[in-house]
């Protein structure tokens, strides 16, 4: 294989082994056609942190062998992944995009470019929004264009411009730009196919109402700041995500604010949060104290809670049956910060991809194991 001239391993083929899960917690109501049947869909969601070139520090990584970074090897095997479990819906963070800006001229790097072509060899459609202005990386959505077609186009909204600013604890210094940190929801109301043939006519046109034989889907990736010492601004970030999502659907289909079972929701991404942490449990429950101590004093509220429509656990994990195995596994860390929600109205978790990490250093992310900066989460889900 050729990468810049030069000469790099053919990568591997790490293949995760595929697990059932069987969700008992979960009762999906029946929708019939217009026969009388029953209509039963699954679909795969693949959940993946790709890596952006432009962050592969040495020094941060440096249980992985310097030919194993190399995009040229990494992409091939984020590819072969990806063709081997063929997900309906595919969500990405820090993929690179080019826009023209210093930053993109500097680096050169435009993996967005890479899944565009790829993707699209294998019947997929998407879109890619930057994390913020000047920012090299960002996140995209891509859907199987045979099983999806979009009812409303792809829109993205950022972080910094919907976050308040933060109040000032008392005793510390004023920090107006502390909710400041790019960040991007990217996402699209879908119209998914529930037919026996699962196949749609490619089509352009956007459509405005679903057909007997679908249901809708509002697909959202997002990907939040990393820095521990923010915990309140991953909260922060995890209510706007939530109330972003809910007045845009309130606005496009007015019926969602009293009925929310009618619009089926997968939110999918990079959370930067363990599973006790402040953001997972206010995206799990609907509220947390507003003295939570990860607020760290910066938010006065009595509660801090997300809209009706998803709060008192209308959300859940598609990692909870199997009870939120690693994501990122490097050298000095291992844990799962990378979550794909779902509203269990209308979804049922149906299975995973397994680990086949031994804990060695040949199963360190990204390493030879893996090409991406995380374990990719895909799960299949029932779709009714």
């Not at 990490?357 to 895909?378: C, E, K, M, Q, W």
């Amino acid at each position: 294989m050729l990468h810049r001239g030069k000469e790099t391993p053919s990568p591997p083929v790490h293949i995760r082994p595929w697990v059932a899960v069987e969700d008992r917690h979960v009762r999906v109501k029946d929708k019939e056609d217009q026969t009388g049947d029953i209509l039963h869909s699954t679909f795969r969601v693949m959940q993946y942190n790709v890596l952006a070139p432009s962050y592969r520090r040495p020094t941060s990584k440096k249980h992985c062998p310097k030919h194993a970074m190399a995009w040229g090897y990494r992409g091939e095997n984020i590819m072969a992944e990806i063709r081997h479990f063929n997900p309906t819906f595919l969500c990405l963070q820090e993929v690179e995009g080019y826009d023209g800006s210093p930053a993109s001229q500097f680096y050169g790097n435009n993996t967005d470019e890479f899944f565009r072509k790829h993707l699209s060899l294998h019947g997929y459609e998407g879109c890619y929004y930057p994390r913020g202005p000047g920012e090299i990386d960002g996140c995209s959505l891509y859907w199987k264009s045979s099983r999806a077609r979009v009812v409303r186009p792809p829109h993205a909204m950022q972080y910094a411009n919907i976050i308040p600013r933060p109040s000032c604890p008392p005793g510390r210094r004023d920090d107006p730009r502390r909710y400041m940190e790019h960040g991007v929801i990217v996402f699209t109301v879908l119209e998914v196919n529930n037919t026996k043939d699962n196949d749609y006519p490619l089509q352009k046109t956007y459509h405005t109402s679903p057909s007997p034989q679908s249901t809708l889907l509002c697909l959202v990736t997002t990907h939040l700041y990393w820095d521990p010492s923010k915990s309140d601004l991953k909260i922060m970030q995890c209510r706007a995500l939530m109330q972003s999502i809910t007045h845009y659907l309130i606005k496009e289909f007015p019926e969602f604010e009293h009925n929310p079972d009618l619009i089926s929701v997968i939110i999918a991404g990079d959370f930067n949060s363990k599973p006790k942490s402040g953001a997972f449990k206010l995206l799990r429950e609907g509220s947390i104290p507003g003295d939570h101590h990860e607020m760290r004093g910066y938010v006065h509220e009595e509660d801090i809670s997300i809209p009706e429509q998803f709060s008192g656990y209308k959300l859940k994990s598609a990692y909870a049956p199997v009870g939120h195995p690693f994501t990122n596994y490097t050298n000095t860390f291992k844990g799962c910060l990378d979550y794909i929600w779902y509203t269990p109205y209308s979804l049922a978790t149906r299975g995973s991809g397994g680990s086949h990490n031994d804990g060695s250093v040949a199963g360190y992310r990204p390493g030879l194991s893996g090409p991406g900066n995380r374990v990719y989460t895909i799960y299949s889900r029932g779709i009714l």
